[in-house]
């Protein structure tokens, strides 16, 4: 079982899923990365336009692309 401050990280092909949250005081905070290669990035996961209007963020020889469901990116809890 995971301790915190543990580190979990897992193949992209794994099928993997929580169950619902039964006590929100009880549950912890997590941070959820994925990495994959710009071709298997799922299209609908950015604007189709992202590239021609900058709609993301270039770093360190990867991107980094706003969401199309996400109203507001400095809400996120990522950039506090």
Do not use: C
């Not at 959820?32 to 990035?41: P, Q």
């Not at 996961?45 to 400095?74: C, E, I, S």
């Amino acid at each position: 079982m995971p301790k915190k401050g543990d580190v979990l990280i897992w193949h992209g092909w794994l099928a993997h899923e929580g169950t619902k949250t039964r006590n929100p005081d009880l549950t912890r905070k997590s941070y959820v990365t994925h990495y994959t290669s710009l071709d298997a990035y799922p299209k609908a996961h950015m604007y189709p336009d992202a590239f021609a209007t900058q709609r993301l963020t270039h770093l360190n020889g990867g991107y980094v692309f706003d969401k199309p469901w996400v109203n507001d990116a400095k809400a996120l809890p990522s950039w506090r």
